[in-house]
């Protein structure tokens, strides 16, 4: 029959796919076993009782999960993975397709909590060809647009109750994280976040809490959940993020915290900028703006705005990202930090700055020389200049980028001496800050200056990147 987890659990995600493809028990077992015959495969023996013990966590043995996988895969017209009908086996853990519902959401936690993240850790390597764009990712996501909580029931598992003060202790926990992540980048700590998101997890399905209890737990979970994903992402393990990104995304539906899941959904957006995939950054910023239009908060609206600004300027759209940069900038001027959520407290007037300073920089690199390419230029070296003036000093990472910033605004510029200081001290800032993204756009900056190789500035700037993103592994 095979073998039980050690902590059995029912398999909702199996249990989806099969209401999905209106495949019954008896169904499964007849096609399961046809599949398999036609394949070669006998002595199977599927039946009803073990469709029910597959429902209730135990997990068949080789090949059955596979003919599962290609039974309603065939049935439901999509192309499933193992992970997607709850099995072990397959590395594409957590998908867009996980269904909207409460168990699921606690499944695709377990298994982001559960699964080995030490991949390789480059935009152009396999593991971040592994990503999913376009319809793929957009498509099902969309589902979070109209995901209303499943109703509590009056009671929860047989273990403690859970209070709000032990989710205030989660909030606690992960506003460390974060701090940490900006003081030090994300390569440190990703599997930390996640054995603590496990933690959280035995709450969601051993504790008993209130409604008010449970919605309040998910969201916080969810948020966790975001932490690690970001980390994840910074450290340059993208297909490992991106998952974990959708599973916060569950638990942020789940809990009814439409704020976050726009801020997880910017998220995904920036992961998506970062790995050259512009157009689904704006339609996932889109769909933020429009899953959380009426809950959004100013600091909310500024910052999907500037993105969009940002991404804009990216796909040549100038005059585009000079509307949303207006948009970003009139939303902030009623931003009362007190009243933002704790996941928005990076979005404070220097990260404003910066992020229209990078929207200028980039739109000027789509003008050819002349007025409006200076304007933009020092526009943006303002902008982010003034970033880096007001940067709170535990923000290590953003200084560094910061810098990084600068020297890609001289260089648009054509001042090649100033890209090249700028260069300097975003290199001497990497000894206490481990960012895949650092290396990333230093290596960027460091093709961007191959036409002043030649100037002695030119040079010294790329031997610097060279030597740096040689040795740092």
């Known amino acids: 029959m095979g073998r039980p987890p050690l902590h059995q659990q029912p398999n909702a995600l199996l249990a989806h796919w099969m209401r999905r493809s209106r495949t019954s028990n008896q169904q499964l077992a007849r096609l399961v076993t046809e599949r398999g015959a036609a394949q070669g495969i006998t002595g199977l023996g599927t039946d009803e009782s073990r469709v029910r013990a597959w429902l209730k966590g135990a997990v068949p043995r080789e090949p ?25 086996g397959d590395d594409e853990a957590i998908g867009p397709r996980t269904p909207w519902t409460r168990a699921a959401a606690v499944a695709v936690l377990n298994q982001i909590t559960r699964s080995h993240m030490m991949l390789p850790d480059t935009r152009t390597g396999p593991e971040a060809a592994q990503v999913l764009t376009g319809d793929q990712l957009l498509t099902p996501l969309h589902e979070w647009t109209l995901v209303r909580p499943d109703p509590y029931e009056p009671a929860r598992g047989n273990g403690r109750r859970v209070g709000m003060s032990g989710v205030e202790g989660i909030r606690d926990i992960t506003s460390t994280f974060r701090d940490l992540d900006n003081r030090h980048g994300g390569v440190l700590a990703p599997s930390a976040v996640l054995a603590q998101t496990h933690v959280v997890l035995s709450h969601l399905k051993a504790a008993s809490y209130t409604d008010a209890v449970g919605a309040a737990l998910f969201s916080a979970a969810g948020d966790l959940a975001g932490v690690a994903g970001w980390m994840l992402f910074d450290a340059g393990h993208h297909a490992p993020a991106q998952r974990t990104f959708v599973a916060a995304l569950h638990a942020a539906a789940e809990g009814g915290d439409q704020r976050l899941g726009a801020h997880l959904l910017q998220c995904m957006a920036r992961q998506m900028s970062h790995l050259g995939h512009v157009e689904d950054a704006l339609d996932l910023v889109a769909l933020a703006q429009y899953g959380a239009r009426r809950q959004l908060s100013p600091a909310g609206t500024s910052m999907l705005a500037a993105l969009e600004a940002r991404f804009q300027a990216i796909l040549g759209q100038v005059r585009d990202s000079e509307t949303a940069v207006s948009r970003a900038l009139d939303a902030f001027e009623h931003v009362n930090p007190a009243d933002e959520d704790p996941h928005l407290a990076f979005f404070d007037e220097p990260e404003l700055r910066a992020t229209l300073g990078i929207a200028h920089q980039i739109a000027a690199t789509h003008l050819d020389k002349g007025p409006a390419r200076t304007r933009h230029v020092r526009i943006s070296a303002d902008l982010v200049g003034a970033a880096l003036a007001a940067r709170p000093e535990h923000r290590q990472r953003s200084r560094a980028f910061d810098h990084l910033g600068l020297a890609r605004t001289h260089l648009a510029g054509g001042e090649v001496e100033g890209a090249a200081e700028e260069t300097k001290l975003c290199l001497e800032m990497l000894g206490t800050v481990r960012s895949r993204r650092v290396a990333d756009r230093l290596g960027e900056l460091y093709a961007e200056a191959a036409p002043v190789a030649d100037t002695p500035p030119g040079q010294e700037l790329r031997e610097r990147i060279h030597s740096h993103l040689a040795t740092a592994g």
């Open 64 to 88: 059955v999960p596979r003919l599962i996988v290609e039974v309603l895969g065939a049935r439901s017209g999509w192309d499933l993975t193992l992970a997607d009908v709850g099995l072990p």
